[in-house]
């Protein structure tokens, strides 16, 4: 059984930092494109930022460019977000996705965790 699991979220002032986790099993984990997704209450969801295997090259939506950095550890079957500089607009749940290299259709999404910026 596929599973993605985040942690990390929380409530957090503007200006700081979380960093969130998203641990796969189930998968064989370097065979995945690995991203990470928002939804902010009413709008749609929408791509955060994206990684292939470490040390490929990552993407980034302009909203979050120079603030987030997306990181993942194949040993451990895990994705991470470095958040910094959050300003309340980055208020959302956030969630990971697995996509197989192979196969687009072989995706996974994690249940989200809540991330609150807010003074």
């Known amino acids: 059984q596929v599973q993605l699991v985040e942690s990390g979220g929380g409530l957090v002032q503007p200006g700081g930092s979380l960093r969130l986790s998203c641990a796969a099993s189930g998968v064989t984990f370097s065979s995945y494109a690995m991203s990470w997704y928002r939804q902010a209450l009413g709008k749609e969801r929408e791509l955060v930022a994206g990684i292939r295997n470490p040390g490929a090259t990552t993407h980034y939506a302009d909203f979050v460019k120079g603030r987030f950095t997306i990181s993942r550890d194949n040993a451990k079957n895990t994705v991470y977000l470095q958040m910094n500089i959050l300003k309340p607009e980055d208020t959302a749940v956030y969630y990971c996705?697995?996509?197989?290299?192979?196969?687009?259709?072989?995706?996974?999404w994690g249940q989200g965790t809540q991330v609150t910026v807010s003074s």
């Open positions: 996705r697995a996509v197989a290299y192979k196969d687009y259709d072989d995706n996974y």
